[in-house]
Structures are given as C-alpha cells and as structure tokens.
C-alpha cells in the first residue's frame, strides 16, 4: 500500500482546490479523500505538489527495432518514466517498419513489461511504410496497435488516405498523418521565411503542412472517420484544424514541446547548432503564439514529444549535413511548463495538464481509455509534479541514449518528481 | 584599436569602424604587392590549412598568394584523396590537422553551418570560411567592399544593385551584411523565383525590374547564374534570364555614369552579363580580383597575431 498525503490532486479534468490523500493498493487507486489512514501504507508527502494521472506522450521515436543504437524500448521507456509518462506511444519508422501484427506484437509484448512507462505499438498505414498498399490494418489492431501512421512521412497519396480512412472506421484505432506535401518540402532544412533568407538554406514553407491538413480534413469528411494530425506547428494548419473541429469533424491534433518554446531565430543565435534542427521545423515567433492561443482554446488535444534520439556521432555534424529530430523525454514536461510560467501562466493549469493526460488518452483505442484519469478503482498510472522544482537540463543523468537536447545546461522550472506505474513507484525525487 | 577577432566565420559582428580599419590595412597590403620584392615575413612560422571541400581555383589560390606573400607555411588539403573520401568526419579531420600544428584553417564546405561548427570543434585554430553553402561568404565580401571603397572612399550614401540569384548566393549575403554597414542602401533585383522570401530580414529592398533597381546605382553588382537553375526549373531558360535581367550596354546605361560594375567571378558571358559590360570601362571585375589577395593578407595579418594596436 502506498498512500500519498496532501496533494493538489489533478483527476484528468479538473484541478481540486482542498488537498487530498490517495491510497494505492495492487495496482488500483483504492481510495480518495481528504484524510485517509492507513497504518501499513509507505506514506508519501506530496503537499505543495499536484499529483496527477500518468502522463502520455502518443508521440516517441523508440528506434527499435533496427537502430538499438539509438534508443531502444528499455532505454525509451526509462527515459519516458523519468521524464513524467507512464504511457508512450511508439512510432512505427523502424527497420523493418512496424507494418504487421507480429511486429506490432513484438512491441506491445516488449512495452508492457520494461522496467519504465508503458510503451504502446503504433503501426504502419501502408505496407513497408511505402505509401502503395495498405498494411492488413486489421490484424494489427487486433495485436494491440494504438494508431496508425507513416509518421516521418505523410500517406503518400489522397487515395491510400481515403481507403485508410474508410478501413479504419469502424476499427476503433485512429490514423496519425504526419502533414507535409513533399513536393513543397524536399531539400527543405529550416522554416521558410526568415530563417531559409539568412541562411540560404532550402525552407520548408507554412503552405506545405497546412495543403496536407486541408488534405486530410476534406478525407475525413469524405469518410466519417477520424483523423489525426502530429507535431502540427504553424498558425495556418492550426486555422484550418480549428475550423474543422467547428464544423464538428472528427479531427485532432498535437503540438511538441519544442514548437511550444524554441523558433526559428534559435537556429540563427546558435550559429547553426544541428541541435535546433527538426522536422516540421522551427516556426515564427508568430506559429509559435498561435500555438499556444490553439492550446488555451481547445484547438489541440495532446502535448507530445517526438522525441527523436540520435547518436550523436550522427547528429554532430554541420547544420546542413545533420538528421532531424531533437531528444526530449526526460525535459519536454519541464520544457512546457517552464514556457508557461515564463509567458505568465496564459492558460489555466488544468488545461496543460489536460493535454498530458485525458486529452491524449481519449485518442487512444477503448481498451486504454481509462487512462488519463484517476478515479477510485482506476489504474495507479500516477505522476507527481513539483512546480517549483528549478533543475537543470543535465544530460549526464539520462536514461535515454540521445544526447540532441537543445535545452542541455538550461535551468527550467517545473518538473515531475515522482511516477508510480500500476501501483509501483518507479522513480522517486522527493 | 585592439583587433578582436581571431577568426571569420560571416562579417555580422564587425563593426564599421572595423571595417574601416580593415580597409586601410588592406590598402597597406596591396602597396607591398606593388614592391618589387613582395614578401613580408609576418606570419613566419605559422601553419595555415587550405582547406577545400568544394572546386574553388581563385579564392583557394588569393587565399595561397596571401599567405605565401606573409611567409605562412601552406598546406593544401583537398576533399579528393584525402580522409574525408575515407568516410572520415570533418570534425576528425579537423582535429587532425590540428593536432599536426595548424594555427589557422581557410574552409569552404558545402553545408550551411560548416565555418561555425569548426569554430565549435577546433580548440585553438583560427577558422577563415572561405564559403559555407549558400550562407556566407565573407571574404568576398571584404574584397568586394575593398574594390568600391578604393573607387569611391566613403560609401556613406551610396546604392548599391545586386542582380540575379541572390536565393541561392552566399556572396549577396555576405555583400548586403558589409555593404549596409557602411552606409550603402542595397537593391535586390531578379526573377522572384531566385529571391529569398524574406528580404527585409537580410537588410535589403527589391525591385522586380532591374531598370529601375539600377537606376542612380554607384555600383551594379551581378550574380552568376548557375545552369542548374534552368534545369531545376527556376528560370525557364537561360537565354530569358539574359533578356530579361542580364547585364547589357542599356541596362549599365540606366544606372550612374560612373557605375562600378562588379561580378564574383568566374563569368558567364551572355547569361547574367554581356562582353561589352563584362569587358567594358565601367567593369572593375579583374581589380576585385587584385583585391583579393590584398584583403586575405589584410585579413590573416590582423587575426593571427599581427598588428595588435
């Protein structure tokens, strides 16, 4: 038994305003109330600190199978724990690509029995993740598949997009389009607009993420079905989303934590430092307002990381030479909410955490949807937040394998401290 | 005036007054290369690393005149035959040229970045870029600004026309970033398509139509145009681009009477520029080249322990 005393409890929805205990006994939340004894439980003092469901990040590059040296599913999922989750979706663009339910079976036993956060399969849309046929979209729901994606890619064409959609409907399990129009963005390495004029560097414009969403929006009109659109990073997609959820489509998003905080004049201050280089990449300072206002309005549904690691003997080279992507498990939590108390707490706290909980496990298939909550009876998926906790970003300590962190050396405030998974506290800094 | 700098990566921390020191000491330069016995014994002792990764013929051999002028020892190390078609990292090669003494590398890398990841990972070797990608290219620009000033003295006031493909030119940067710090309002002409789309952040104005971008133009500055624009598609064709925006009698005629025509080099005759400009009174394209040498002797002199007041 383990009994957590004092804490701002967040349920998922909302933030209560008395400090509550929360007693956990064989993987459950037993009970929840203002003054709970219980003589054999390891009591945990929590006041001052929220404690909320487990976040879930439905958004990680695990890198295995086929690039272990990377990041692997153990190193992933002690890395997502540490970092605050205690669910993580993994993407699909491995080698071999995670496009048939063997191999989504191979993660989805793997992801449930590391010594961190949970790591869920999500599977290719086509097969070989090469955009011609569809992969037996089926047969990988049944072995556990959270989502569907050619993330790294869009669906190479509307057709693939529109039979997904329509195959996938009544399977519960959402598809996960990675927008981009390829012909508008090959060769691209920076955002088009300030960034590609300084540096001369091919840019990767606005119109090419936002010509996939309409895209996609029209699909999911065609079909009925839902869709869902990753690391959606500039105002004009976040417009055309916003209005798609108004006319009541099915249609979701999510946003990183490195859009929400960097943009594209960190390219230019860091002289080039590959470190800043992602894809979609960083925006203007203006995609990155209207980021936030789709966060305050209900525009996007889930915070992710895309956490992408790279050896750094393969990230380390000049700008225009590295691979895209920047690791960020262990820091994204402290990333957003050091952004947001930096901006002045724009939106309400339970709205953030919203989006690291409920929001995201509401896209998840009905098996899992009772994450993202903690009601009495409910998993113990729990994370501790401190939000006062100022900490520095220190590599050296990561359980990941990636080391492309732009924020390594910074101080951020707002950390988690603590993550109990099924009813075992796996990490503990309090 | 102390000078700072110990190595150049891009012109945007020099200041103007810099620049106007720079620009005297290369005036020096150029004096000692009028002597009859050029060689000075400056830099005697110092190992400089002509570092190439991409075909260059003048600024790899301004860059070796200057230092041989200054008695560097020189050591040129090309991307063919060398580690680097091994699989080798430009960061391993770097530090293996330092670790065989160099005190000063001279860089052109094809990728964007390449000069200031160098600085980055060499632990006291001065790095010169001799050009990164389509980013910066400033000892063009040093030269360049040399060449005019030379013509002009101060350029206070002054307009400036640059024509072509400033997209793709790690010159015209550089150029817009020297240039506007002395004063020289820069205009930007050619087919959008070779444009960047942000103009004002690199300090610069458009003007579609060249005419009128050369108009009351001190100095007509032309960009190569590279075949391979055509074939990817951002010109239709060559031979339009010459109609259109090439430098001919009649479009060096709608600018100042003493226009300075300019080019990087190397040309290319009847595409961004016809003979009878190219070869013309106006053109001062083979003194930019003079300049050059001056500039890099300038240039090495003052960053590697030269003049130090």
Not at chain 1, 371 to 399: F, N, Q
């Amino acid at each position: 038994m383990i009994l957590i005393k004092g804490s701002t409890l967040f349920d998922g929805e909302k933030l209560q305003e008395a400090p509550l205990d929360v007693l956990i006994e064989d993987k459950k939340v037993v009970k929840i109330g203002p003054s709970i004894e219980a003589e054999s439980a390891e009591i945990i003092d929590a006041s001052g600190k929220v404690l909320c469901p487990g976040f879930i990040d439905i958004h990680v590059h695990v890198r295995e199978p086929g690039y272990e040296w990377r990041e692997d599913l153990e190193s992933c999922s002690r890395a997502a724990l540490a970092g605050g989750y205690t669910t993580v979706v993994a993407m699909p663009n491995t080698d071999p690509p995670v496009d048939s339910a063997p191999l989504v079976d191979f993660v989805a036993r793997k992801g449930v029995a590391l010594s961190g956060a949970r790591v869920l399969p999500a599977g290719c849309v086509t097969r070989d993740r090469k955009g011609q046929f569809m992969a037996e979209l089926g047969k990988m729901t049944d072995a556990g598949a959270v989502f569907f994606t050619d993330d790294g890619s869009p669906v190479a064409t509307s057709q693939i997009l529109k039979t997904a959609l329509y195959y996938t409907r009544d399977l519960g399990v959402r598809i996960m389009e990675h927008p981009e129009e390829t012909s508008l963005t090959s060769g691209g390495q920076v955002n088009e607009g300030l960034a590609s004029s300084v540096s001369g560097l091919k840019g990767v414009p606005a119109s090419a993420e936002y010509i996939d969403v309409v895209r996609g929006i029209a699909l999911s009109r065609d079909t009925g079905s839902p869709i869902h659109f990753t690391h959606v990073s500039t105002a004009l997609a976040i417009e055309a989303i916003r209005a798609a959820k108004r006319e009541g489509l099915p249609v979701t998003c999510d946003v990183t934590a490195h859009h929400l905080s960097l943009d594209e004049n960190h390219v230019l201050v860091s002289k080039f430092d590959s470190v800043y280089k992602v894809n979609p990449p960083l925006r203007s300072k203006g995609d990155v307002k209207a980021l936030w206002s789709a966060v305050a309005d209900g525009t996007v549904d889930a915070f992710i990381t895309d956490h992408a690691p790279w050896h750094m003997d393969e990230k380390d080279l000049p700008f225009q030479e590295a691979p895209f992507g920047i690791a960020s498990l262990e820091c994204s939590v402290a990333v957003i909410m050091d952004t947001w108390l930096k901006l002045g707490s724009p939106v309400p706290l339970e709205r953030i955490l919203q989006l690291f909980t409920s929001s995201p496990a509401s896209l998840l298939p009905d098996s899992w949807k009772g994450l993202g909550r903690i009601r009495e009876g409910s998993m113990a998926d729990l994370t501790l937040i401190d939000m006062e906790e100022a900490k520095m970003v220190d590599l050296e300590l990561w359980e990941s394998k990636g080391r492309n962190c732009p924020w390594r050396g910074e101080i951020l405030t707002g950390w988690p401290v603590m993550s109990i998974r099924e009813g075992m506290i796996f990490r503990k800094e309090i | 005036m102390n000078w700072r700098h110990r190595n150049l990566i891009d012109l945007d921390d020099w200041t103007r007054e810099e620049l106007n020191l720079f620009l005297e000491q290369a005036n020096y330069m150029e004096e000692l290369l009028n002597r009859p016995i050029k060689k000075v014994p400056a830099l005697r002792g110092k190992l400089i690393v002509n570092f190439f990764f991409e075909p260059s013929t003048r600024t790899r051999v301004s860059f070796e005149l200057a230092e041989k002028m200054l008695s560097a020892d020189v050591v040129n190390w090309s991307s063919s035959g060398s580690s680097v078609s091994k699989g080798e990292t430009l960061r391993d090669t770097a530090w293996t040229l330092e670790a065989m003494g160099a005190d000063a590398v001279v860089m052109r890398y094809g990728a964007v970045g390449a000069a200031d990841y160098l600085v980055r990972k060499l632990k006291k070797a001065s790095v010169f870029n001799a050009g990164d990608g389509t980013h910066g290219h400033p000892t063009q620009a040093l030269l360049d600004l040399h060449s005019a000033w030379k013509k002009r003295g101060d350029l206070e006031g002054a307009r400036m026309a640059i024509v072509g493909d400033v997209l793709h030119s790690r010159v015209a940067r550089s150029n817009i970033k020297a240039f506007s710090k002395m004063g020289v309002k820069v205009v930007l002409s050619g087919p959008r398509t070779l444009m960047p789309v942000d103009m004002v952040a690199l300090g610069a104005e458009y003007d579609p139509d060249p005419r009128s971008a050369v108009g009351d133009a001190d100095m007509l500055y032309l960009l190569r145009i590279q075949k391979e624009r055509q074939e990817q598609g951002l010109i239709p064709s060559l031979d339009e681009y010459h109609k259109r925006y090439g430098a001919d009698n009649e479009l060096v005629g709608s600018a100042k009477k003493d226009v300075l025509v300019m080019h990087p080099g190397p040309i290319n005759r009847r595409v961004e520029i016809a003979s009878e400009v190219a070869d013309g009174e106006k053109s001062i394209i083979l003194k930019q080249v003079r300049s050059g040498v001056a500039v890099r002797m300038a240039l090495l002199y003052l960053c590697l322990g030269g003049v130090r007041n």
